[in-house]
């Protein structure tokens, strides 16, 4: 099958460009601090290693659909790694030409981290799960960051820049599509657990003309994990959007930087490799910048910065560069229902509603769906945990790469603390674990995180604002300022710390 081209850039980036701010990363924090450069005046050029995710495949659509992955699905793999590998005893991988697609499963020695690849970040294959950390969580999260500045002045404005609503309580109540989560709901209390609705990006009333037919099905067709093509408020249609409308911000797509250094004149020389969309390299040019700001993911800009340092370019970054990664205590597991308790055929992708163990057990667990599209008598979560472990990214001279040392192992105090929710709910109800999801006869989903935080930590690696130390006007600013833990979905928190940084970066440094 010949595969679409898309247009690789939105905006050209001719070498020996000299640009006032870099971006590095299309993500959360770095949208927001475009976003607020450029209604300060500054001019801002972004460039994203992935592609930009405007031009419809052969089915019309732009993303593929949960249930049926395609070359779309997966960057740069010729294999899928679907997190559930497993249905029913049969495995759900399959194989898939290498193309530049929007979800990143990447390796490491003990943990796959889930990642979005395109303009727009995680923001494109996330559930769109936007939670405010409780306010007495907020001390061990962000331990050198004002609580009442957050809460007063950037938790609000994150939510209002990212368009978080509330579902209709009264719909959901009688919403086919949200049985498996009344069903969550009605298990979580009959075991005396807290069961809360929680603020989502998804456009509530688009989802509820989807249930009419009025509209083309998008979370009612289970889009999710690799894109949603309708109702889902991305980056691309809040933050981005605003920012591109300024005039003053463009976007390159599949742009990859390799390198960073202090350019003679002031000022950084960054070396850039151009992609085709099975990842080969067609250019490689060099601009310079003033500023740089790092925002390619607590992944991209750890694995960079940490080259950076250890190979000589960067020379003064200090010895917190690469430390305090966590993996937000992700882990996941499902639970097999009495057939008196079906979750439904039609599933929303949309997730509304978690069980919130986290001050008696440490455990926040998302209700979480299967639009499998059939009846599944299953219920499914993913955990939040107070998962204690932080790894360290470290350079590999010899292999050329960067490695981080996380162990599996390190996953069982998550899976200890999620236990708490889900043995007493199997207990209560009389159901057993799932053991068909994640292999043959395991339970536990310990080998992943979607949630990766950490790398170049606030207050460590850089300073309280994330300014990076040794080198004067470079900047980190997403989730790898935060130290590996957010006790909720992390989306929110990274864009608030992002509003809260950048406000005094402009007002210090511009």
């Known amino acids: 099958m010949a595969l679409p081209v898309p247009s690789v850039s939105a905006a050209p980036l001719p070498p020996g460009t000299r640009l006032p701010v870099l971006v590095i990363g299309t993500g959360y924090g770095g949208s927001v601090a475009a976003l607020r450069l450029a209604q300060a005046g500054v001019d801002v050029h972004m460039v994203e290693m992935g592609m930009s995710w405007d031009t419809p495949g052969p089915d019309g659509r732009v993303f593929a659909n ?21 249905f029913l005893g049969f495995p759900l991988d399959k194989d898939i030409p290498r193309y530049t697609g929007v979800l990143d499963a990447e390796e490491f020695g003990g943990i796959t981290v889930y990642q979005g690849r395109g303009v727009g970040g995680g ?44 579902v209709d309580p009264d719909w959901w109540e009688s919403a086919p599509c949200y049985q498996y989560a009344r069903v969550g ?98 250019a490689t040019k ?74 008696a057990g440490g455990a926040f667990a998302e209700v979480a769906p299967l639009p499998t599209g059939i009846e599944t008598y299953a219920s499914f979560y993913l955990s939040i945990t107070k998962n204690p472990h932080r790894a360290e990214f470290t ?45 043959f006869y395991k339970i536990w989903g310990d080998h992943l995180t979607y949630h990766p935080l950490g790398g170049a930590v606030l207050g460590r690696a850089t300073d309280n604002y994330g300014r990076l130390h040794g080198h004067p006007g470079l900047y980190v600013i997403d989730g790898a300022l935060i130290p590996g833990n957010t006790s909720v979905n992390p989306f929110v928190t990274i864009t608030a710390l992002a509003e809260r940084n950048i406000e005094t970066i402009i007002a210090a440094d511009l």
């Open 286 to 359: 060099s601009v310079t910048a003033d500023r740089v700001f790092f925002a390619a993911g607590s992944i991209g800009t750890s694995k960079l910065l940490t080259r950076l340092k250890a190979t000589g370019a960067l020379p003064g970054l200090n010895g917190e560069i690469g430390k305090g990664w966590g993996d937000n205590g992700n882990v996941m597991c499902g639970r097999a229902n009495h057939l008196w308790d079906p979750t439904g055929k039609l599933q929303s992708s949309m997730p509304t509603a978690g069980i919130d163990n986290w001050e």
């Open 66 to 86: 949960t249930t049926r992955p395609d070359y779309r699905s997966f960057w740069l793999r010729t294999r899928t790694k679907q997190p559930l590998s497993n």
């Open 395 to 439: 350079w590999n001279a010899a292999a050329g790469r960067v490695e981080l040392n996380w162990q599996t192992a390190w996953k069982q105090p998550s899976i200890d603390m999620a236990k708490t929710i889900f043995d007493k709910i199997n207990a209560k109800e009389g159901t057993i674990y799932r053991t068909d999801f994640f292999g």
């Open 123 to 166: 923001s494109l294959v996330n559930g769109g799960m936007a939670v405010t950390p409780r306010r007495e969580n907020f001390g061990a999260v962000l331990p050198t960051v004002n609580a009442d500045e957050m809460y007063e002045v950037y938790y609000p404005r994150a939510n209002a820049g990212l368009g978080v609503n509330q």
């Open 185 to 282: 709901r009605k298990h979580a209390r009959r075991s005396g657990f807290p069961f809360v609705f929680v603020p989502n990006v998804y456009d509530w009333d688009y989802m509820e003309r989807e249930a009419t037919g009025a509209v083309p099905k998008s979370a009612l067709a289970g889009e999710v994990l690799y894109g949603n093509n309708h109702g889902k408020k991305t980056l691309r249609k809040t933050y981005l959007a605003e920012a591109e409308a300024t005039g003053r911000v463009s976007v390159s797509a599949l742009h990859k930087v390799t390198s960073v250094a202090p350019a003679p004149g002031g000022g950084y020389t960054v070396l850039i490799d151009e992609l085709d969309t099975t990842g080969a390299t067609t």
